[in-house]
């Protein structure tokens, strides 16, 4: 079992930026496959990015050149930077994991990002 904890949400001007933390509890953090995903209302949750446990970074078309993943595995931690906040950017920001041993995967519970005027 993985528990995810995000922290970083909040309410950010369009241009803006904010910098979403998870930290995720167990061993074999290094290993693991991280990203996250985010859900608007009123639509799916759809996936932002992903770094692998060789720290290769994939992003979505809609957050590529404005949002960074990047993780520190001393800290069991992976973070998302986003610069340059539109107000379709506004949801739900959900950590992930996938475990590399099991496949299993695990969500967080989520941390609210606004972007607005």
């Known amino acids: 079992q993985v528990q995810l904890v995000e922290s970083g949400g909040g309410l950010v001007q369009p241009g803006g930026s904010l910098r979403l933390s998870c930290v995720a509890s167990?061993?074999?953090?290094?290993?693991?496959?991280m990203g996250w995903y985010r859900q608007a209302p009123g639509k799916q949750r759809e996936l932002v990015g992903t770094?692998?446990?060789?720290?290769?970074?994939n992003y979505a078309d809609s957050v590529k050149g404005r949002f960074t993943i990047s993780r520190d595995n001393a800290k069991n931690t992976v973070y998302l930077q986003m610069d340059s906040l539109k107000p379709e950017d506004t949801a739900v920001y959900y950590c992930?994991?996938?475990?590399?041993?099991?496949?299993?995967?695990?969500w967080g519970q989520g941390t609210q990002v606004t972007v607005s005027s």
């Open positions: 167990g061993s074999g953090f290094a290993l693991n496959l």
């Open positions: 992930y994991t996938r475990v590399y041993w099991t496949s299993n995967e695990y």
């Open positions: 770094i692998s446990n060789i720290g290769k970074a």
